[in-house]
């Protein structure tokens, strides 16, 4: 299961016992947004650093720098200079860092590391539903869809 967090996903992976991959686009445009434009943001560099070590740290191979990554991520979510959003989503990254590395777990699952497939999607889907007349009509025309699109590509 590819998810962007929603609460109670986890529940469900759970239940079912499948392997969740959290969306890697979504977590990168949160901190990219809390980083600041301006150079007098206070905490600039920090953030900075913040979002610059999340990103190595989702695709680090090895063990030894990805602890070294997480130790840092942890002193800065720490600093006072650091937002308070910005140490929840650093503290919440590492609690749950398994979930955005299962594609590197589980190479042979080919698992995407972002939902914007399923989200442009579910967008065209919507458009449709606006134009149909009964829900029996737009799962025909949904199936159909997917089924006349059936590969989907991450850029």
């Given at each position: ?61 090895s063990e030894r720098k990805l ?88 850029k």
């Amino acid at each position: 299961m590819v998810s962007d967090g929603i609460r109670g996903i986890e529940t469900i992976v759970e239940d079912n016992h499948w392997i969740i991959q959290r969306c890697h686009f979504h977590l990168l445009s949160l901190l990219q947004k809390m980083r600041g434009k301006r150079a007098a943001t206070s905490g600039r560099k920090i953030r900075q650093e913040v979002y610059d070590l999340v990103k190595l740290t989702l695709s680090e191979t090895s063990e030894r720098k990805l602890d070294i990554l997480c130790q840092r991520l942890a002193f800065l979510a720490k600093q006072p200079l650091c937002p308070r959003r910005m140490r929840m989503m650093v503290r919440d990254f590492l609690r749950r860092l398994p979930e955005f590395r299962s594609y590197l777990e589980y190479p042979e699952l080919h698992l995407p590391t972002t939902v914007n497939v399923m989200e442009s999607l579910n967008s065209r889907l919507r458009r449709k539903a606006r134009t149909v007349n009964s829900p029996k009509a737009w799962l025909k025309w949904a199936t159909l869809a997917i089924r006349f699109k059936s590969i989907f590509t991450c850029k």
